[in-house]
């Protein structure tokens, strides 16, 4: 035995060409012929260890890592201007449509919410509004999140003259006389309501599994004065199997039915 292997101190036979104990070959660099083993270094706790029969390698550049730092920058920027875009104020919306002053949109501005109109989606002028009640007087057409049809009349000095929606005085003559909490629902309480008619009119049919409602398109759901008004029909057996259409309208203040109507016949009131 005359050589040995300086990767792990192995003693090797002269005809070896491979070390038994690591597999390094004979004749790669990293082998000795002297007598005795090179002094090899054993691992303490806090060593870090390498394999020294494979080249060393680069570490790859992670390019997954730019790729979510982008997208992620990318949707920052969407949300910021989306923001930026809601955070138009009423005001500069009336300023931008009627050529007020910020003073004069101010008030425009605060009246609108007396009446709790909500934040202003779009405001436009309609000639065709325009009325002789008052001369100069003007109209705008203004859709909030919930309606595309509130109507703003402004006097010639562009004060309010009055808000109405719904062939209703909202405000007029400098008083707030409704509010459009009272008479707007949103996409939710439609749904909630019209689920809970559903179920309301199932409870007084001959054959409630019989039951088909019509969709969305065809009923009506609004409120007065804070009393929800629902109405649509129903197709359903009757008592003698025959499958019939029964118009109904139910109202309720929110907490129970107050009044309902099937086929022309109050059955509650």
């Known amino acids: 035995m005359g050589k040995f292997c300086t990767n792990c101190g192995k003693g090797l036979q002269d005809e070896d060409l491979f070390c038994d104990g690591c597999g390094t070959k004979a004749k790669e660099e990293g082998w000795s012929n002297s007598s005795e083993p090179e002094t090899v270094k054993t691992p303490q706790s806090n060593d870090v260890t390498f394999d020294y029969s494979n080249p060393i390698q680069k570490p790859k550049k992670k390019s997954g890592c730019l790729i979510v730092f982008i997208f992620f920058i990318a949707v920052v920027s969407v949300c910021f201007a989306i923001a930026m875009t809601n955070l138009t104020t009423n005001k500069e919306k009336i300023v931008t449509a009627t050529g007020a002053s910020e003073t004069e949109a101010q008030k425009i501005s605060d009246i609108l919410e007396l009446c709790k109109v909500g934040d202003i989606k779009s405001i436009s ?100 004065d804070g009393i929800y008004i629902i109405q649509s029909y129903v197709d359903a057996q009757n008592g003698f199997g025959a499958l019939v259409r029964s118009e109904f309208q139910i109202k309720s203040d929110g907490d129970e039915v107050i009044s309902f109507i099937l086929d022309g016949e109050e059955l509650i009131r």
């Open 125 to 224: 002028y309609d000639e065709n509004l325009d009325i002789s009640e008052v001369e100069g007087e003007k109209g705008y057409r203004i859709e909030n999140n919930l309606s595309p049809n509130i109507i703003l009349y402004l006097n010639p000095d562009l004060s309010v003259n009055s808000i109405r929606y719904a062939d209703r005085d909202f405000y007029k003559n400098g008083e707030q006389l409704l509010s459009f909490e009272d008479f707007i629902i949103s996409g939710d309480e439609q749904t909630e309501y019209q689920i809970k008619a559903m179920d309301y009119v199932k409870g007084v049919l001959k054959s409630p599994s019989t039951a088909k409602f019509p969709n969305i398109l065809e009923w009506s759901i609004w409120k007065e």
